[in-house]
């Protein structure tokens, strides 16, 4: 079955980095675009980021374009999020999902990042 | 960037009762339309995709339909485990902004 699990949330100070995994097993994870979703705390859902299936189209909400970058390994089933110039409204639960023929059909349990001094 | 706008923002019916969602596009996205249903402290789940078909295991009480800018999801017969905050979602074109998103509470 469909898994995704991600990690590397944590506590940081505005202005640091952190980066954010998620490692993907019971699909082709090379055959698909994947994207990472957030939510702060008591809020909606807020899109981030998306890469395509070779990792050679990406696109970023401009809350976030400049500061993260995404990325991939195929080789690895890995799906990554670097974040850095983090900002207070950062905090955030973050998802990864895949992207199917039918938008985001699988999501992960997600890994809560919290930016504050 | 294309805008996503739902409403209401929240609502509150009685079980049976037929419930009503509507998400505008501030452009057309033909079909492009995705719903969310995200239960109190749960993970978001695809509903429907492609405005109108519904996601496998989903049950048939939940309807979507729509095209270009206004799209309409339905619940035909409020269950009490419908309890849950609704989010449409434009992946017509990038930003794949979502709604703000309509909380379902029973009355």
């Known amino acids: 079955q469909v898994q995704l699990v991600e990690s590397g949330g944590g506590l940081v100070k505005p202005g640091g980095s952190l980066r954010l995994s998620c490692a993907a097993s019971g699909f082709t994870f090379s055959d698909y675009y994947m994207s990472w979703i957030r939510q702060a705390p008591g809020k909606g859902l807020e899109w981030v980021s998306y890469?395509?299936?070779?990792?050679?189209?990406?696109y970023y909400a401009d809350s976030v374009k400049g500061r993260f970058t995404i990325s991939r390994d195929n080789a690895k089933n890995s799906l990554y999020l670097q974040m850095n110039s983090l900002r207070a409204e950062d905090t955030a639960v973050y998802y990864c999902?895949?992207?199917?023929?039918?938008?985001?059909?699988?999501w992960g349990q997600g890994t809560l990042v919290t930016v504050s001094s | 960037d294309i805008q996503m706008t739902q409403s209401p923002s929240s609502l509150s019916a009685s079980v049976t009762d037929r419930v009503t969602i509507t998400c505008r596009a501030s452009q057309g996205i033909s079909n492009f339309l995705a719903w969310y249903q995200q239960k109190p402290g749960k993970v978001p789940k695809l509903l429907i995709y492609?405005?109108?078909t519904l996601q496998s295991g989903v049950p048939a009480r939940f309807s979507g339909s729509g095209s270009g800018t206004d799209f309409t999801l339905t619940i035909s017969s409020l269950q009490p485990e419908d309890v849950a905050t609704y989010y449409c979602?434009?992946?017509?074109?990038?930003?794949?902004?979502f709604g703000q998103g309509t909380k379902v509470e029973i009355k």
């Open positions: 890469i395509s299936s070779s990792g050679n189209i990406i």
């Open positions: 492609a405005a109108s």
């Open positions: 979602q434009n992946y017509n074109s990038a930003p794949w902004t």
């Open positions: 999902a895949r992207v199917g023929p039918m938008a985001q059909d699988y």
